[in-house]
């Protein structure tokens, strides 16, 4: 089973250098807080925050501030009353992006969002002018060193998953978004680890860019993007250059 794009073309991963940590760790950190005001403090009865959990551990996000942002969100302090916003646009050449984020100001983020879009020939658009050239799946990765491929396969699709492909032994497992709990809960259950488990807008087709200005101009706008506190991930339909 095969998906249309390569999972390593789609995921822009944030990077792990000093000068970047203190901003992941920010944005993994909201995304806990919200997680823990809209389900609670348990992960193991709140999905969302044991994803959020999982992910700030694969970004090795020290346990004290996981901790700190799960009291955060379940104390009463404004502090913290972040909400959700998606805003779609256009990059160069076509490029469609959906740009998710965890503010508490929608009119400074809307408008750093749109500086971005702007500053680099981009464009950002209206509700709904993307969104239809990407579908929310989940996902979840598990190393393949030491496992046997065909019955992780296996494991997967008796699970629920929906599709399941290999990529420089790492098994990209795919699952419908009403699915997803089940599926990561299961493998879970079968003491399987995941470098990845998390919802996605993963796009039906990608789209090359031909032009070389305008493919610096691209990764700057994604840069800009992924540099922003309020921005939790980039999502594009740009089929990427492999040394890019």
């Known amino acids: ?24 760790f920010t944005k993994l950190s909201r995304a806990i807080i919200v997680a823990v005001r809209e389900g609670g403090e348990d992960p193991e009865y709140n999905p969302s925050l044991k994803s959020a959990i999982e992910k700030a551990k694969a970004e090795n996000m020290p346990n004290d501030n996981i901790e700190r942002a799960i009291k955060k969100g379940s104390g ?23 740009v998710s984020c965890l ?51 296996l494991d997967a699709l008796d699970a629920g998953a929906d599709d399941f492909e290999v990529e420089d032994d790492v098994a990209v497992i795919k699952t419908s978004l009403s699915n997803f709990s089940k599926v990561r809960d299961d493998l879970l259950g079968r003491e399987y680890n995941f470098e990845t488990a998390d919802l996605f807008y993963l796009p039906l ?26 921005v939790q991930d980039v999502y594009h339909n740009w089929e990427m250059p492999e040394e890019d």
Do not use: P
Request: charged content about 35%; overall charge negative; aromatic content about 6%.
């Open 205 to 230: 087709n990608t789209t090359k860019i031909t032009k070389e200005e305008n493919i610096k101009n691209m990764m700057k706008i994604i840069d800009m993007l992924e540099d922003n506190d309020d």
């Open 76 to 98: 009463d302090s404004e502090q913290g009353a972040y909400e959700e916003v998606l805003y779609e646009g256009y990059g160069l050449e076509g490029v469609a992006l959906m």
């Open 1 to 24: 089973m095969s998906g249309h794009n390569k999972w390593s073309s789609i995921k822009n991963k944030k990077g792990k250098e000093d000068a970047k940590r203190g901003k992941v």
């Open 103 to 153: 503010t508490d100001n929608r009119n400074r983020t809307a408008s750093e969002v749109r500086h971005a879009f702007d500053k680099f020939g981009g464009n950002l658009g209206q509700d709904g002018s993307v969104a239809f050239m990407f579908e929310r799946k989940g996902v979840l990765t598990v190393s393949l060193e030491g496992k046997d491929e065909d019955e992780v396969m």
